[in-house]
């Protein structure tokens, strides 16, 4: 049971828009900032956002992040048949003294 | 760029100390960020293990710390972790990673590729 409730799944048709929330409690997102990671498969985590909603150098613009209170949404566009893969939340929480990871989100582009 | 690479035992007996070692390349370990470590069981999501500073300051996670230690080894730009007692739930592949930001805006920017090591008589 993850601290950060992410949905198992999603999936979008290549060229639409598709959302992935995270949602935790005020001891986490609520007062700390949300990273997001993407996870082709058999690789390693890959850093898409940071500080909520920034992205590092040569992440494109259509991967988008935002938080409100205590929940957090990645946003992809344009998806790509490429963009198939885990997408991890993650923050740390300040009551358990944890870095917190979502239980990850499989997209799925059809 | 800055590159990480995890090395060790990919089988470790039951009861046994799993011991890793993450090498940095192109980059100091003691220009000041922290360095953790971060495990993935097979088909099961992201479980942080602990994060280091260069000087030797480390933080754990609470499920882990009677059982976890993470060290430094500036001189070889490295930093390695070892966890005791090991049992079959401590299989996983285990990441190194670069922790940038500041308290409460951190995020892991930069990962090894990983290393699977299975626990196992």
């Known amino acids: 049971q993850s601290v950060l409730t992410q949905p198992p799944s999603v999936s979008a048709t290549p060229g639409q828009r598709v959302t992935i929330s995270c949602s935790g409690s005020s001891s986490n997102i609520g007062n700390n900032y949300v990273s997001w990671y993407q996870q082709l498969p058999g690789t390693a985590p890959k850093l898409l956002i940071y500080?909520?909603?920034e992205r590092p150098s040569g992440i494109p613009d259509r991967f988008s992040g935002s938080k409100s209170g205590t929940s957090a949404t990645l946003g992809i566009s344009g998806l790509q048949t490429g963009d198939e893969a885990d997408y991890y939340c993650?923050?740390?929480?300040?009551?358990?003294?944890?870095?917190?990871f979502g239980g990850g989100t499989k997209l799925t582009v059809l | 760029q800055v590159q990480l690479q995890e090395s060790g035992p990919g089988l470790v007996k039951p009861s046994e100390t799993l011991a890793l070692t993450c090498v940095v390349s192109?980059?100091?370990?003691?220009?000041?960020?922290?360095w953790g470590w971060i495990r993935q069981p097979p088909g099961k999501g992201l479980e942080w293990i602990g994060n280091?500073?260069?000087?030797?300051?480390?933080y754990y996670n609470p499920s882990l710390e009677s059982r976890v230690t993470l060290s430094v080894d500036t001189a070889k730009n490295q930093f390695s972790v070892k966890l005791s007692s090991v049992t079959a739930a401590d299989t996983a592949v285990y990441y190194c990673?670069?922790?940038?930001?500041?308290?409460?805006?951190?995020?892991?920017?930069?990962w090894g590729q990983g290393t699977m090591v299975t626990v196992s008589s």
């Open positions: 500080d909520n909603n």
């Open positions: 192109n980059f100091s370990i003691t220009i000041g960020y922290y």
């Open positions: 990673a670069r922790l940038v930001g500041g308290w409460g805006n951190e995020a892991f920017d930069i």
């Open positions: 993650g923050t740390w929480d300040s009551s358990l003294s944890v870095w917190v």
């Open positions: 280091i500073y260069h000087r030797g300051s480390a």
